[in-house]
């Protein structure tokens, strides 16, 4: 076990501690906490498996919005609380370990719920249930059903709920959208580089929302030939929001 300290973005804006042994926060969550739907209306946002808090953490740069992070493992969960302690966070972003599937019957309604789940479902092949690498990528505590279902649960009417997923999964997630009165609005197509295949979405719909106009973004590219990142993702880890 080896823990450190990162900086969450491009410049000392905000740590973030990590077990270098574990499963520690990739781009994915940086492109989402980028791409949910802030309005001056968002004052209290739930983050579905959030790990070390990534993106309760980047969230605290974009609003002033209460923010409450879910994660089932405590050693993440253990992490997250000394991330947000050492940000001086903790009247803002508070944790709860558990696991979500009912975490809606201890929380208040939110308006908007943001989740980088499990991407990969149980398969034929064996999966150590204990392995937290394996927790954090595999659907072995609670599958997408069970994710959208909870979300759909938190959200007040016409609140938001922004997702990271794989593309492969893309059918089904509108779907169980549909299934949960969760209106898709926004999708975004996120490509390794230019001449690559497709390897993220993010998409972001409102519950109750009316029937169509679901509107698809430009895709975004994360590096350029060179291997360098695209100005995009520049902006991102480089808030610019932030003095």
């Known amino acids: 076990m080896a823990i450190v300290c990162n900086e969450l973005l491009g410049r000392e804006l905000i740590k ?17 906490a980028s791409f949910a739907t802030i ?24 609003c002033d919005a209460n ?10 969960y253990n992490l997250a609380i000394k991330s947000i302690e050492e940000n001086k966070l903790s009247e803002r972003i508070k944790m709860i370990n558990a696991n979500l599937i009912g975490i809606n ?20 092949h064996n999966i150590n249930p204990l392995d937290s690498k394996a927790i954090a990528r595999h659907e072995l505590l609670a599958t997408l059903d069970d994710i ?3 979300a759909s649960l938190l959200l007040k009417q016409k609140g ?29 197509f996120i490509y390794p580089k230019v001449g690559k295949e497709c390897n993220h ?8 929302g009316e029937a169509g106009n679901l509107r698809v973004l430009p895709p975004l590219y994360v590096y350029r030939d060179d291997k360098n990142w695209t100005d995009e993702v520049l902006k991102i880890y480089n808030y610019e929001g932030v003095d």
């Not at 309005?39 to 974009?62: E, H, M, Q």
């Open 16 to 32: 973030i501690y990590q077990d270098t042994d574990y499963f520690n926060f990739s781009i994915d969550s940086m492109l989402l």
């Open 39 to 62: 309005g001056y209306r968002t004052k209290n946002i739930c983050d579905l498996c959030s790990g070390n808090a990534p993106i309760p953490l980047y969230l605290s740069l974009r």
């Open 67 to 76: 923010i409450v992070g879910v994660e089932v493992q405590e050693h993440s």
């Open 105 to 124: 019957q201890q929380l208040p309604k939110f308006d908007l719920v943001t989740v980088n789940p499990p991407f990969f479902k149980i398969g034929n």
């Open 148 to 150: 959208i279902k909870e």
């Open 160 to 188: 938001r709920l922004a997702m990271v997923h794989r593309p492969d999964r893309l059918i089904e997630i509108l779907e169980t959208f549909k299934k949960y009165k969760i209106e898709p609005k926004r999708l975004q």
């Open 201 to 208: 979405i993010l998409i972001e719909g409102i519950k109750d």
